[in-house]
């Protein structure tokens, strides 16, 4: 059974960092680039950074360029987003997914690309 847990996710004024975590298990991690959604009340899912299997490349969305660095550990089948510089507007709930398409600046956060879903973790930024 393919599994995806998201976690680390929690309250944090604004300037403060958060690194959250993308456990995951049942099915060959290698082989999947994974990506990092998220949803603030009342919105769309939109994505935020993604990451190769292959070649470790990532892309992030201009919203949190700078701000949020995506990594791999391919030893542990986990991804960790770090964010830092935080924002009361990075306040939503964070899933991480996984897609068997590179990931690049050309549709890197196509929802047909994300196959597996985890379950959330809520990012609460206070100002």
């Known amino acids: 059974e393919v599994q995806l847990q998201a976690s680390g996710g929690g309250l944090v004024q604004a300037g403060g960092s958060l690194r959250l975590s993308c456990t995951t298990s049942?099915?060959?991690?290698?082989?999947?680039?994974i990506g990092w959604f998220r949803q603030a009340p009342g919105e769309e899912r939109e994505g935020v950074s993604c990451?190769?299997?292959?070649?470790?490349?990532?892309y992030d969305a201009d919203s949190v360029k700078g701000r949020f660095a995506i990594s791999r550990d391919n030893a542990k089948n986990t991804v960790y987003l770090q964010m830092t510089s935080l924002k009361p507007e990075d306040t939503a709930v964070y899933y991480c997914?996984?897609?068997?398409?590179?990931?690049?600046?050309?549709?890197?956060?196509?929802?047909?690309?994300?196959?597996?879903w985890g379950q959330g973790t809520q990012v609460t930024v206070s100002s």
């Open positions: 997914a996984t897609a068997q398409y590179h990931c690049s600046a050309y549709t890197p956060f196509a929802r047909w690309k994300y196959r597996y």
């Open positions: 049942g099915f060959d991690f290698d082989d999947y680039a």
């Open positions: 990451i190769s299997n292959s070649d470790g490349s990532t």
